[in-house]
């Protein structure tokens, strides 16, 4: 299975992204829990996941390649494109104004903090998102990911019969 090309990519990403995909896969395979993250290494969480999909079952080994696949395509969503970021900000600046007529200045300065560093975060997940998609293209698309549990099947089943002759 292609993993480690997941696995490559995955821990080239800059930390506040790869903590994002680590939280987001956590939260939504099943089967993991959000308790079970070491918060000094939640990016081993990622590490983890892909190799138990690694596991030497073809059809099982697909499916958990598919999953990571959608799961981060979603996880990417709203996050893509310069577009997604310039609805992010818009939305970002109302809700500073509403908790600003709330009164809640100390909040809103948080607010402000963080819709300052908007652009760079925006920046880092655009390069993320298009590194993502070339590697999907290259490793990780439905056809790819089927022709290499057909091959990874056959193989087994090839050994199976070498086995019993």
Known sequence: MRGN???EWFEKQPKEISSHITFFLTGMLPGRTLDKVDPLAPAQVVVDIVKEAVQDHPPR????????????????????TKEDWIKAD??????I??????????????LEDSAEKMEFRAAQWIKSSGDWKTVKEGYLTHDIVAVWMREAIKVKSDEQRGRLS
């Not at 999953?67 to 709203?78: E, H, P, R």
């Not at 104004?97 to 809103?108: D, H, I, L, R």
């Open 97 to 110: 104004g509403t908790v600003k007529q709330m009164g809640n200045e100390s909040f809103a300065e948080k």
């Open 61 to 80: 080994d697909a499916g958990m390649a598919l999953s990571l696949v959608a799961l981060t395509d979603f996880i990417f969503m709203g996050r893509a």
């Open 90 to 95: 818009e939305f970002h600046q109302k809700v």
């Open 5 to 7: 090309s997941y696995l």
